[in-house]
């Protein structure tokens, strides 16, 4: 999202080194409960949001 900023010289990177680590988002709703259309719109939102901006991240399952 930023790169035509930086290409256009809007937005400067000051710290090249500095990242910070994924965190997991979650978004929850009751099962078994009608979903709102404005809730509906937003989940696929975030969704759609994550998946182009954010790597996948699969926890694996911790067996006994």
């Known amino acids: 999202m930023s790169k035509p900023y930086e290409a256009r010289g809007e937005l ?9 680590d ?3 988002i979650y978004v929850a ?5 009608h979903i ?4 509906r719109v937003f989940i696929d939102w975030v969704a759609e ?6 790597p996948i991240m699969i926890r ?5």
């Open 22 to 24: 994924p965190m997991p």
């Open 49 to 54: 949001l994550m998946a182009q901006h954010a």
């Open 12 to 20: 400067v990177r000051l710290f090249e080194d500095w990242h910070l």
């Open 36 to 39: 709102s259309f404005k809730l």
């Open 29 to 33: 709703f009751p099962p078994n409960r």
């Open 60 to 64: 694996e399952a911790s067996g006994p």
